[in-house]
């Protein structure tokens, strides 16, 4: 402990003495850029958000002299390093990728790697459920952050999107910002993606309109074309009669899918949902529950069963609170494929 405080009066030493030395230099590359016009250098504010540890002499004058870009890079070929010598997923590189991101914020591969660091990695590598919502936090907010810096290119908001789809099973949240990248050049999986989420929600009427979107642009599409068949024989039935308040009468219907295949996620969802709507909150619990026991990593169905209990005022199950804390509501600005 003693060393490691040792090291970091030291590093920090050095950053301010290369401060004092170079300041000059600093300020006459600093006017040049901004007469011609390029980006800001990093405020040398911001260098108390980097590790000093890791600000080497060179880094330093690379950083103080206005060559950001060269800075990002030496640091970035260290973090390849870590991942090399199996310290990829230590604090010390994602202070490493931090800095990186500070140091050259147009740089999507660092965004996007980090990103998935606290959301995967290090998520993964902690036991504390506590924690494990806080990396959860500090990815969603690496992204848009990193989105704030290049809200022109679909790539970061299809990250977040992709995140809040496969990591946190927020869908409502994941349409929004996967609906964000499709404003710019991107892959046409993306819509599909939107629609599966809504599909997995569930929220049938949505899906269906995402992929009839997808067949429309492209009649070629056979995954689209055999979703909306499926969602057409198996589900919207049920849903319909949920919509009429016939409760009753759909979960019969979607007793019958679940007849034929016991473990069909996106049927046991729906029947949830037809509880829920039903104001049926205990069997929506248990539906919910029997979800997430069939697989582990049905945070949706945790989430659900988390709220079901809130609802009926009970102790929330220890199992169902594995969940992102800052979950946003089931009903926020989402666009629609009319939008598009």
């Not at 810096?149 to 299809?158: A, G, R, V």
Request: proline residues 5%.
């Amino acid at each position: 402990m003693r060393r490691s405080k040792t090291t970091k009066i030291v590093g920090w030493g050095a950053v301010i003495l290369l401060i004092l030395v170079l300041q000059p230099v600093s300020d006459s590359v600093n006017y040049d850029r901004l007469v011609l016009g390029l980006r800001s250098p990093t405020p040398l504010t911001k260098l108390v958000e980097f590790d000093p540890t890791a600000v080497t002499g060179v880094i330093a004058g690379a950083i103080l002299g206005g060559f950001r870009e060269v800075a990002a890079s030496m640091l970035w070929m260290k973090t390849h390093e870590m991942w090399d010598s199996g310290e990829g997923a230590s604090a010390r590189a994602l202070n490493l990728m931090r800095t990186v991101t500070l140091l050259d914020p147009h740089w999507l591969e660092p965004w996007k790697v980090t990103g998935w660091h606290l959301c995967y990695n290090l998520y993964v590598e902690t036991k504390d459920e506590k924690q494990k919502a806080e990396y959860l936090r500090l990815g969603v907010n690496v992204l848009k952050e990193g989105i704030s810096w290049n809200p022109n290119l679909y790539d970061l908001y299809f990250e977040l999107g992709w995140t809040y789809f496969d990591k946190i099973r927020d869908y409502p949240q994941a349409a929004k910002w996967l609906g964000a990248a499709i404003q710019f050049e991107h892959p046409e999986y993306i819509e599909r993606l939107i629609a599966h989420g809504w599909e997995r929600l569930p929220d049938m009427p949505k899906a269906l309109d995402w992929y009839d979107f997808c067949i429309k642009r492209d009649p070629s599409d056979g995954t689209a074309y055999g979703a909306t068949l499926t969602i057409r024989e198996r589900y919207l039935h049920a849903w319909r009669m949920m919509e009429q308040r016939k409760f009753d009468a759909a979960i019969d219907e979607i007793n019958q899918v679940i007849a034929i295949q016991p473990n069909n996620i996106l049927a046991i969802h729906m029947k949830a949902e037809i509880y829920e709507q039903a104001l049926r909150y205990r069997d929506a619990m248990a539906t919910w529950q029997l979800a997430a026991n069939l697989s582990k990593l049905d945070f949706h169905a945790r989430a659900r069963v988390a709220e079901m209990a809130r609802r009926l005022n009970l102790p929330v199950p220890e199992e169902a609170s594995d969940i992102f804390m800052q979950r946003q509501s089931r009903g926020p600005s989402v666009p629609t494929p009319q939008d598009f």
